[in-house]
């Protein structure tokens, strides 16, 4: 059983008058004003206390701050009030929380035994009752994990379907209030609340083949997959899709776009059709080919300075980088067999190498490093500030490893053909490429 004693849940979050100040005392914490100096102010989770009377709660890295005691209290409603195994008392200018009698309720499921909040056996007290955290959705595994919505089950969050009842989805992104995806069967870009809700569509005309997704600013950027032109359309919904690329261009092949990156300036692609890196200004213009004989380049990322992209069935397979404005190509890696998606954070590259690995180099090339084998093909690579995310859609399976490598879990299975991939602070989205398609939500 799980014992948590009057001084740890004081200084977890109970609040104090500001007449009270904290002392110490035999085996319980207890409150008395002290006139004309600040008393102790609250201890913080393994943080010391700040000064003066009555500090609030302090953090994880420190404790409240304190001020100045405005008095004595008169009364018992000035007290600290009714936590679990305490009860508030205010005699001669002594503010303190007595224990309860033992068995008295405690938080909701627990009970008092000599001044000690006492869970059932598997259960934890969290934010002020003992929870199963095996199977609270609000607790899951841990206090204050919560599932956003769904199920918790053996102490592990179960994912949500966030849209369905369309066919073959190819791509999903995520900004701070919406996930994105393309519905290329059908021809629709549609999006739909983080939190799930009605589905917005976004653009159907000039969409008959909608394939790769990017997101930025106040747009949403897809690439057609039966024109080759790459679009807009705003992120709320209003207004009509825009054509950022001209049809009439000169190009050896149709193009054929197959991943999408954006920065603030530019919309960034790869076309194994015509085997070139390019780019298109965000408000349309002029197409800029960056790079050309690439030999079927698919995945994409861009940050401050460079474009990064995986070359991949040509037996040139490899991950390469090129200058945003255009200049001279440097590789990555290569000797890679078939490499698809690729992400970059916190100075690294990571790509999934669709045998079975998922791999990172420095943004440089340097120190190249298989973080995860897996024995079966991979797709789509997304990264956070701890962990590296992929998808394997034979197996259905949503795996991650951390960023430094380690052991790989799956955090989610029996998906349908899982696709690509997005991640935001919280959660983890992909998309079920399959007739029914779904968008799926789950918290990390």
């Known amino acids: 059983m799980e014992v948590v ?8 979050g109970l609040v104090l008058s500001p007449a009270c100040t904290t002392l110490i005392g035999g085996d319980k ?9 600040g ?41 600290p009030g009714g936590g679990a195994c305490e009860v508030a008392a205010c005699d001669d200018n002594v503010c303190g929380l007595a224990p309860a009698e033992d068995e008295a309720p405690c938080g909701g499921s627990g009970a008092c035994e000599d001044g000690a909040c006492v869970c059932p056996s598997g259960e934890q007290y969290c934010a002020g009752e003992c929870v199963d955290t095996a199977a609270d959705p609000l607790h899951c595994g841990a206090c204050d994990h919560s599932c956003q919505g769904g199920a918790c089950e053996a102490s592990r969050c179960q994912p949500i379907v966030l849209a369905d009842r369309f066919r073959y989805a190819g791509d999903v992104v995520v900004d701070a209030e919406r996930v994105y995806w393309t519905n290329h069967y059908s021809g629709f870009v549609m999006s739909v609340p983080k939190d799930g809700g009605e589905p917005t569509l976004l653009a159907s005309d000039g969409a008959s083949s909608p394939w790769a997704l990017a997101v930025g600013g106040q747009y949403v950027y897809w690439s057609d997959d039966s024109d080759g032109q790459v679009y807009r359309a705003r992120s709320d919904g209003e207004g009509d899709p825009e054509l950022l690329t001209d049809p009439l261009r000169s190009t050896p092949l149709r193009p054929r776009p197959a991943a999408l990156a954006v920065d603030a300036t530019h919309v960034y692609w790869t076309d194994p059709q015509v085997n070139e890196i390019s780019k298109v200004p965000i408000e349309g ?14 995945g994409i990322a861009v940050d401050a300075e460079y474009v990064y992209w995986t070359v991949r069935l040509s037996g040139q397979d490899a991950v390469r980088r090129v200058p945003i404005g255009g200049g001279e190509v440097e590789e990555i890696a290569t000797g890679q067999y078939e490499p698809w998606g690729i992400a970059i954070g916190a100075g690294y590259v990571y790509w999934a190498d669709a045998p079975d690995a998922i791999h990172r180099a420095t943004l440089e090339g340097r120190d190249g490093e298989v973080l995860a084998e897996e024995g079966y093909d991979l797709r789509s690579v997304a990264v956070d500030g701890e962990h590296v995310y992929w998808t394997a859609p034979d197996e259905g399976v949503v795996r991650r490893v951390p960023i430094e490598g380690g052991i790989a879990e799956t955090v989610a299975e029996g998906q349908d053909t899982v696709w690509e991939i997005a991640l935001d602070e919280t959660s983890v989205y992909w998309i079920n490429n399959t007739d029914p398609g779904r968008v799926m939500k789950l918290a990390k």
């Not at 914490?29 to 100096?37: A, H, I």
Request: proline residues 6%; charged residues 10%.
């Open 5 to 12: 004693h009057v001084r740890w849940m004081i200084a977890a």
């Open 29 to 37: 914490d207890y409150y008395e004003v002290v006139g004309g100096q």
């Open 285 to 298: 213009g002029e197409v800029v080919t960056l790079v050309s004989g690439q030999e079927d380049p698919f």
């Open 39 to 79: 008393g102790a102010g609250g201890q913080g989770d393994g943080g010391a206390g700040g000064q003066g009377a009555a500090g609030g709660a302090g953090s994880a890295s420190g404790g409240g701050s304190g001020g100045t005691p405005p008095g004595p209290c008169t009364s018992a409603d000035e007290c």
